[in-house]
């Protein structure tokens, strides 16, 4: 094959956007330094793209995917929900203020925990009241 066009290529992919994007990301692989499939003949990497798709010595499934997760944001691994749910329901539940029977109950002091008996002035604002300060 001397010349690569479209026609070649769109009996293997029929749809020419994403027959693009594949044959970019092919040729981005191979100005990478992944092994081209096809002889070169002093072609530049988009050329070698598209006849590597119109002779089908690449396989589509996998650059299709290998496209797929290069335009991903966010990768997301499955994972059993039931694995995690065992995982939360043997974890210690005294995050969530349950005491379990047998245990003995902590309780702690004003003191112990910084609170004071002082109530702030009138013209005094406290915290809470300011929305905009600094935390």
């Known amino acids: ?5 479209v026609e070649d290529c769109v009996d293997k992919v029929p749809n020419r956007f994403e027959l693009v994007l594949l044959a970019a990301r092919r040729a981005r692989s191979v100005a990478a330094g992944s092994m081209i499939t096809v002889d070169r003949d002093n072609d530049k990497n988009p050329v070698v793209a598209l006849r590597e798709i119109a002779d089908e010595t690449i396989d ?7 496209l797929v997760h290069s335009l991903q944001r966010r990768v997301e691994v499955d994972e059993p929900e039931e694995d995690n749910m065992a995982a939360l329901m043997s974890s210690s ?3 969530a203020g349950v005491v379990q029977e047998g245990e003995p ?5 004003a003191s112990e925990v910084g609170a004071t008996d002082e109530a702030p002035a009138e013209n005094e604002e406290t915290e809470a009241d300011d929305p905009f300060a600094a935390s």
């Open 60 to 66: 589509l499934d996998d650059l299709k995917s290998s």
């Open 105 to 109: 109950e902590e309780t702690f002091t």
């Open 1 to 5: 094959m001397a010349r690569v066009t």
């Open 93 to 95: 539940s005294e995050w």
